[in-house]
């Protein structure tokens, strides 16, 4: 990447696994598949994904779904909201630990 220090590399052996983003968007990923599948909704989200763009930023691709699948994640996220429901302190360390954990790959 552009401003990165490659250590004696040319960008052609840039990988993915060398990156933040990526390690952030697959952690993303992996907490959005398993709130579907409790949510009974695995099958929904064929296209669920980790990536990068061009800049190394990670994204979650969600991809395409059928209006009977989106209707039911806004009442589940409407549920959500009219409980109180925020995010677990543990959710946010374990977010937190994992992207700590790949900080000190190269």
Avoid: I
Avoid at 45 to 68: I, Q, T
Avoid at 89 to 99: G, P, Q
Wanted: proline share 5%.
């Amino acid at each position: 990447m552009p401003g990165e220090p490659t250590y004696g590399r040319d960008a052609a052996t840039w990988s993915p696994l060398d990156s933040d983003g990526w390690y952030a968007a697959r952690n993303a990923t992996t907490a959005l598949r398993d709130a579907l599948v409790r949510a009974g909704l695995q099958k929904d989200f064929p296209y669920l994904r980790a990536d990068l763009n061009a800049f190394g930023h990670g994204l979650v691709e969600l991809g395409r779904v059928s209006p009977d699948t989106a209707e039911r994640l806004a009442e589940l996220l409407r549920l959500a909201l009219a409980s109180g429901s925020g995010r677990d302190r543990s959710d946010c360390e374990h977010a937190s630990t994992t992207v700590e954990e790949h900080k000190g790959r190269t």
